[in-house]
């Protein structure tokens, strides 16, 4: 227990920093082909998703700054969902135990899209490190990318509204 406890606390500190990972490489090419599936069973594919600004919000539920990021994601749902923004929590690295996410939304009485079994795309996408973000715009280009969350997380909502807000003009 003691040592599971302290992977968490490691695993969780180094989330919530940029240095782990540089996702920059995708910004400008298109998202790669994927399936995901929702926690009711729908598929979606960015075919299916073409025409929408799309968040992509890669995340785990034993990941405390993933956790830190969901009230963010909820908020950009509520405001930017009818406009044309799609906000999908990509659960992965769940070590075969991906159940948690249907009961996270539901707990937290989050709205947004929640996906499982995200490990093969995470991996096509070179995520190593959660969270991690990709924002694609209408066109099917990845638009932005992020890893961790701010030190202050009230930051990362307007940081991603700019982003947002000037994708779906």
Known sequence: MKYTSTFIVVASLLATTSFAQDLNHLVGKPAPAFKMTDTSGHVWTNKSLKGKVVVLDFWA????????????????????????????????????????????????????????????LTKKLGIEAIPAFVIIGKDGKVARTETGVPSNIDMLYPSFEKTIKSLLK
Do not use: R
Request: charged share 20%; glycine share 8%; hydrophobic share 30%.
């Open 61 to 120: 539920t034993w990941c405390g700054p993933c956790k830190m990021a969901s009230p963010t994601m909820q908020k950009l749902h509520q405001k930017y969902a009818s406009k044309g923004l799609v906000v999908i929590g990509a659960e992965t690295f769940e070590n075969g135990a991906p159940a948690g996410a249907k009961a996270y939304a539901k707990e937290h009485k989050y709205t947004y899209t929640f996906t499982t079994n995200n490990d093969e």
